[in-house]
Every structure is written in C-alpha cells, then in structure tokens.
C-alpha cells in the first residue's frame, strides 16, 4: 500500500467513513513489543544522530519560530532528544528537555488508560450505555428517533454520533480545571447529534470529555486526581500536570500562533493560559515534557509498569475495535492507527492555541517518535518531520 512520507493522524480527525471495522490490521501489535525486538539495539549510531539532527533541524529552520523538542523511542528508553529554538521568544529563554508544552488531544489517551483501568477492575464496562453514570446526557439535542444513547466504547472510539463541539453560545471554553464537569454539564444542552451513536466515525472533542466524566463518576474519584495517583505518578511523569501549577509554572513555554500572513501572535495561548480551557480536561488539557512523554510511549509499547496495565489488558486494548475514517486508518479506545510503509503506526496528535504535539509509536518494532512544539501554522510541519524520522527508524530496523 503507498501511503505519503506525509503521514498525519491531524487529518483522520477531519475524515468521516462507514462502519466499525474489526481491528484485524492490527493482529501484529497485540503481541509482546520484546518478541519482534529479540536482537534489536537500543541506541542510534552517531550517524544515525547525526541524520535525526539535520531532519529535525531542517524542518525547524522553515519558521525558526518558538521552539520544538523532538524525542525518539526504542525499547523502553529515550535513546536521542534534542530541542530546537526558543521556549520564549521575549526572554531568548532557549527550549530544552525541561521545557513543558501542551500536549491537547494526545491528553485523549490518558483518559482511555483510565478506562481500560476501571474495566480492569470491573467498575465500568464498554458496552454499557454511558446514560448509567452521565444522565444528563438525554439533554443533547437531536439523538435520532429509534436510538440509544452512547456506550462507552462508542465514545471511547469516536463513533457516538456526537457534533465535535458544543455550539457556540455559552463561554464552554474557559474556567479553570476544577470546574471543567460543570462546565461540561452546562454544554450538553447546547449539543448535537449529527446521525445516531454507532453509526460512523465523527471525532468529537466533546464525546471523550462526557467519557472522562462517566469515568470519573464511576471510579468515585474525580478525574484529575485519578490520572494523578493512577496514571501519571506511577509512569514517573512529576513534570506533568493539567494545569501550569507552581511545580512546572517556571518552565513552561510561551506558545506562538503563525498566521498565513507569517504574524506570531501569543495572545491566545496566554489567554488559555490563564483562564484555562473550560470543559476541555479529559480531551485536551495536559502540559507535560519529552522526557516524560517519552515514559508513556514506553508504557504503550508494552514495558509496563504492570501497576498502571498489566500486559494483557493492554494487548486487549490494541486489538479492539475501530472506527474506520479511511483506507487502512482508524480510530480505536484512545489512539489513532494508520496502516503505513513502516507497519501499523499508533499514536494521537494535539493541537491547541500556541502548541502542536504529535506521538507516534509502531509496537511491533518497538519504537515511537515525540515532537513537541510551541508554535502552530506553516511553514514548519510535525507531520512531515514525523514522516522522515519513521523513515529513519523504519530503516534501522530492517
């Protein structure tokens, strides 16, 4: 299949398609990472750094604006990262792997490690209506006549039928993290139900913020503190947090919005900065650093720890249905997947005012990719610097 150096899972999100599709693409992922990677190194070669460098550079130099930080994965090891440019462009304060970006929808897989932990533990189950802990969902307008609300593996895989944003009538975009329920369950009557739940894919922002809240409700714990004390803290992720709290406040990056015209502008992210980003917690609202993101990708590629997912639920998550949005790509519980010439590459991109993050990991060759990045617009492109890294990597594995 050829598919462009290009690839983007940002796309999927605009894409729409029939159907639930068995997760049969990815039989190869749900296998141990250490089985396909018996012989492997665990290192790049000073040549092998070297290229990584020049792409990564390369691609920077297109804008040059704000900074990026670029990490790569294998095994369970950060093996090379770099960062590039300025955190803040004011203070020439210079980007490192210190510096803590936002990280938006990545956020989304966080939430799906909580759900699979509650199913783990049998407080929650996917084919369960999400009405049994959110009632408040009857107040979203249009459920088609015959139709029953959302599972909650509907929501988990983009398939609920939901519009991906509330209408924009009330302020559902701002208030602090501690009211981001509340918030959200003054949204619902203000959204919408494009077709009926199961139907199709249709990325919906507010459909994984109503399954943070089912979730929550469900594990009698509310969300922030769960992803804390359950996910976070146990994966060794201390500089990463929902809010700029006093622990990260001083490192993190100032995000800058590039305009078509090549204007930079900082006054949205400051603003989101400050004000937070209202219901927008469970799908979007995580800071964190390449040094700890790279932790997780270690944990999603199968080397534990088994306190956060024991290897069999996490196999369980990787082969379980997927909405599809397009030929060999898909949306399933908490990732995107993409079927490539590199395998079946996993992952999630984020995008918020000021910040895009993209992670990207293939399990079967046991390696994954991090650009983090404090600047959104043209010219300079994650994807496609994503793209010639998974190059690089693909390479070296074969």
């Not at 969902?137 to 988990?156: C, N």
């Not at 980003?277 to 650093?289: D, I």
Request: charged letters at 20%.
């Amino acid at each position: 299949m050829s598919v462009s150096m290009n690839i983007t899972f940002a796309d999927l999100n605009r894409g729409r398609n029939t159907a639930t599709l068995a997760i049969a693409l990815l039989l190869a992922t749900t296998a141990p990472a250490q089985a396909s990677a018996q012989g492997a190194r665990r290192t790049l070669s000073p040549s092998e750094v070297a290229l990584a460098d020049s792409i990564a550079s390369a691609e920077f130099a297109r804008d040059s604006v704000g900074g990026m930080t670029v990490g790569i994965i294998t095994g369970d090891s950060l093996v090379w990262t770099k960062s590039y440019g300025w955190a803040d462009i004011a203070t020439r304060k210079p980007a490192t792997h210190r510096t803590v970006y936002r990280i938006g929808s990545i956020t989304k897989t966080f939430t799906a490690v909580m759900l699979w932990q509650l199913v783990r533990r049998g407080d929650v189950t996917l084919d369960s209506p999400v009405s049994r802990w959110v009632p408040e969902i009857s107040e979203v307008r249009d459920l088609p006549r015959g139709a029953s609300p959302p599972t909650i593996m509907q929501l988990a895989t983009m398939s609920a039928g939901l519009a991906r944003e509330p209408d924009p009538k009330g302020d559902f975009w701002s208030g602090p993290v501690s009211r981001w329920d509340s918030i959200l369950i003054a949204a619902l009557p203000d959204t919408r139900y494009d077709f009926a739940p199961g139907k199709r894919y249709e990325y919906s922002n507010i459909g994984y913020a109503i399954l943070g809240l089912a979730l929550e409700r469900a594990a009698h714990t509310p969300y922030v503190e769960w992803e804390q004390a359950h996910v976070l803290t146990p994966l060794g992720m201390t500089r990463s947090a929902f809010s700029a709290d006093s622990a990260i406040a001083s490192d993190v990056a100032t995000g800058y919005e590039i305009s078509r015209s090549g204007q930079v502008d900082d006054t949205t992210a400051q603003r989101e900065r400050r004000t937070g980003r209202g219901y927008k917690v469970p799908n979007g609202a995580l800071f964190t650093t390449v040094d700890d993101l790279a932790r997780f990708v270690e944990f999603e590629l199968g080397h534990g720890p088994a306190a956060v997912l024991d290897s069999a639920t996490l196999r369980r998550q990787f082969a379980s249905p997927v909405s599809a949005i397009g030929p060999g790509a898909g949306y399933g519980p908490g990732f995107m997947t993409q079927l490539s010439p590199y395998g079946v590459l996993l992952g999630h991109d984020g995008s918020v005012a000021g910040f895009s993050a993209r992670m990207m990991y293939n399990r079967e060759a046991d390696f994954g990719i991090i650009v983090l990045r404090n600047a959104t617009g043209d010219p300079t492109q994650i994807s496609r610097l994503t793209g010639a890294l998974l190059r690089l990597l693909a390479t070296r594995a074969g």
